[in-house]
């Protein structure tokens, strides 16, 4: 059972240009989490999706950041005209319906804005 | 009252001591609380997972305490080996409703030879 899949693992970007970050959940989960970790610091909550229903954005900046978790295929987040503040660490998580509070994470997509 | 505190930043113990992490939560709807592990370049890895109907639960060399009076829960690691040299987030959600995870700030745990 393939874990949870994040693509691309480092994507570099300039200042101003957009960012598109893929994933896929674990077969059979059907909720997909984001989560952003700055250099040294914790993970902090972003968005909560289930399939074409975004349910939490609360951690979601309110400009330039969308996610979205169709019917078919990965889910995707994306970040339009990027600054040097967006670089991180993007985790995505998944979890199963019967057990919604158990997240698995990706390996994560590293951003380097330049 | 989101916010889950963690401590202490760092820690080195020696091989086969026993290395304790500990965190503190404030939000009584918290009712989840797991321990992920990360090791650089990787994304976090579930480790050991409690509910506060619980005041202990071991697995292996880990076991998670926890004191809900006191809205503090603790991981212990036995044994502790240089492969367990990562970095270790406490986190805390409610069952219900909305289930993002309230992170720690992380542990740099290294366990010297």
């Known amino acids: 059972n393939a874990g949870v899949m994040q693509n691309p693992r480092h994507l570099v970007r300039r200042r101003g240009q957009e960012a598109r970050l893929r994933c896929s959940p674990m077969?059979?989960?059907?909720?997909v989490y984001w989560y952003r970790q700055l250099p040294e610091e914790g993970l902090k909550f972003m968005v909560y999706?289930?399939?074409?229903?975004?349910?939490?954005e609360s951690g979601m900046p309110k400009e330039r950041f969308s996610a979205e978790f169709p019917k078919e295929g990965p889910s995707i987040l994306r970040i339009q005209q990027v600054v040097r503040g967006d670089s991180a660490a993007y985790f995505c998580?998944?979890?199963?319906?019967?057990?919604?509070?158990?997240?698995?994470f990706g390996p994560g997509t590293r951003l380097l804005v330049l | 009252q989101q916010q889950v505190k963690q401590s202490p930043q760092s820690l080195i113990v020696q091989k086969g001591g026993i290395s304790i992490i500990n965190c503190a939560y404030e939000n009584t709807a918290f009712d989840y609380f797991p321990w992920y592990q990360q090791f650089p370049g990787k994304g976090p890895a579930l480790l050991i997972a409690i509910r506060p109907d619980v005041s202990e639960k071991k697995e292996g060399r880990f076991t998670i305490s926890f004191n809900k009076s006191a809205k503090q829960f603790s991981l212990h690691i036995m044994d502790s080996q240089p492969g367990d040299s990562a970095t270790y987030f406490c986190a805390a959600s409610p069952i219900q409703g909305a289930q993002k995870l309230v992170f720690g700030q992380g542990t740099r745990l290294t366990i010297n030879p």
């Open positions: 077969k059979g989960h059907s909720h």
């Open positions: 998580a998944s979890s199963p319906m019967d057990r919604v509070e158990t997240q698995y």
């Open positions: 999706l289930q399939k074409e229903n975004i349910i939490d």
